[in-house]
């Protein structure tokens, strides 16, 4: 509980992006499961203390929480995730023995993450590609471009949410709970697991086509077209009824290989060591998300020209959230806008590569992209038929960037000269006509002259 307290701003992110998520509303049930597997060992004497420091393993916990505070102040999402949880166990293991026993409780905080978003688009493309396959044993004619899948009745759209991401994580949490409960070898985890996994494919891509099928019957009139949310777990239970009783199978054979080799029970005699104790609260309070977060400041200063509460400034919704100030020049002409998103890393989601910041606004339709070293560049047509054309970069430390991945580099480089503040610069053009001949010229413009006079900051 300390934990979680102290590294309150990671916190924060996986309840935002993770418990607030339909993907991970099996995440309550998580904490109670840790607690009940960590009691249960404790009971059974699972959890031996440690009789002295372990050199070792202190000198990973301290470099693991070294990057852990990078990552913090660099704002990156899958590094200060994925290091939280390997310096939680590490610190456990200052005070416990290594055991199976004290490190799947802890490990199974993986199902709470939401970095298991990274694998939606793979098997989005997976299902297409299945979802087409079976398709093609029907008589229904299909057209398939991209997501799109178009039947005669009507178009289906298979997009991230319908990857059958959620299945396979809640399948994953099932079977390992069964496998560390249950199973004794690795030949049955492997065969329990494999059986898992293939079980939430073929329940997403079965609901996929049950779905196309029923809204071809029903010539889409069926409710099941709009509100699907809970169609797949009706499918979903056959497919768990049959991995258990496999599992069930599987515990017969690996309990009568344990009754062949008995094993025997640790020694008795566990009692916590003081200094051990003491160097697990020390690293908790040094390394904490909450530590790293109050020991970096960023002072943003304004230009005399930012005009935050210009009227321009609602002329277009931009698709950017969680910013700390935005400024707007209105000199540069009555078509054309300038803003500049500025992020001081006062939360670990305030950053200009926040997921839900794609910029092009959600009422927009984006008809191509292009992107030059500095810059990002997209033509999109509003509802009633105007095109816009919308240049942006990412700046920081007076660099710009147009690749996210060049420019998170760079934030993790600023972070250790202490600076994690940094600007999203946008231009917004509406055109007179479809946009080519101006997004020609700004092709061949200079990036540079993007925000220059926002300089300075």
Known sequence: MSWALLNYPVMKTLWDNGFDDGTYSHAYLIPAIILY????????????????????????GIIVGVLFW?????????????????????????VFRLSWSLIFPLSYLIFIYPFWGAFAGFFQELSVFMVTFIMSFTDIPVFVENEYVTIPAGVFEIARGCSGLRYIIVSLAISSLYVFLYLRTFKSAFIFIVFAIAGALVTNWLRIVFLILIGDYTNMESSLMTDHNNFGWYIYVPVALIQFYLGGKLEQADERKRLSNPTTKAAAGNFPVKITGAIAIIMTLCFSSYAAQTSIHNTIVLPEN??????????????????????SDSSVGNNEQSRVFYFNGEELDNKATFYLNTVIPTDHTSLSKEVSDRTIQVVSRDKLGGYWLIK?????????????????LARIKSALNGVNAHRLAVTITKCSGDCSLLSSISALSSTSALSSSYAGS
């Open 392 to 408: 942006y970069t990412y700046e920081i430390e007076g660099q710009q960037f147009s690749s996210v991945r060049s420019f998170k």
């Open 37 to 60: 597997l960590i009691y249960t060992a404790a009971e059974q004497e699972k959890l031996i203390f440690r009789a002295k420091i372990n050199y070792g393993w202190l000198a990973a």
């Open 306 to 327: 930012c005009e935050s509460n210009s009227e321009k400034l609602h002329d277009i919704n931009l698709a950017v959230e969680n910013y700390s100030f935005v400024c």
């Open 70 to 94: 990078i990552s913090v102040w660099s704002q990156i999402s899958l590094l200060y995730w994925s290091l939280s949880l390997s310096l939680l166990i590490l610190l456990s293991l200052q």
